[in-house]
DNA sequence: CCGTGGTGTCAAGTGCGCTTGACACCACGG
DNA sequence: CCGTGGTGTCAAGCGCACTTGACACCACGG
């Protein structure tokens, strides 16, 4: 997530208006303090191009 | 979603004991009362054999 | 030395995901 | 006719996802 970020040079700021949250839903998720909803793991990992499955490494247990 | 439960001729109630959530949890989804958290949509789509992209239409904009 | 951009984090508030418990309806088999 | 399984839905409550606003720290260039 950081890495996918920083690979195209944007600031958490700049990533956090393109999918439409706050900088610091970015930063919270990005530290891992909690998950993102379904609709901004989609919109997230539509914008890098990728699979959700891709983007978070959710555990299924 | 119903489709693929359905499919497999599970009830709502089995379904939801298979992915750990309450019977009530899965109707409420089906019925598009509100998307699941991805963490759920994650052991949805894991228990269908599916990507969590196939089996929820969330979209994007 | 100061300003600026990027980041980490806190506090308080809103709304949703999910819970338990309950009740009603329908279809079915006894 | 009654019981049972499957479904739809309500109410009240809990915790998390996400918000705005604020403050602090660090690195960098002027």
Redesign the interface.
């Known amino acids: 997530m950081r890495r996918l970020r920083t690979e195209r040079g944007l600031s958490q700021g700049d990533l956090a208006t393109a999918v439409g949250v706050s900088r610091q839903t970015i930063n919270a998720i990005e530290v891992g303090r909690y ?5 901004l ?3 997230l990992a ?1 914008y890098f191009g990728l ?3 891709e983007v ?1 490494h ?1 555990d ?2």
Chains 1, 2 share one sequence.
Do not use: K, M
């Open positions: 998950d993102p909803s379904l609709g793991a989609a919109r539509h699979l959700i499955e978070f959710v299924v247990d």
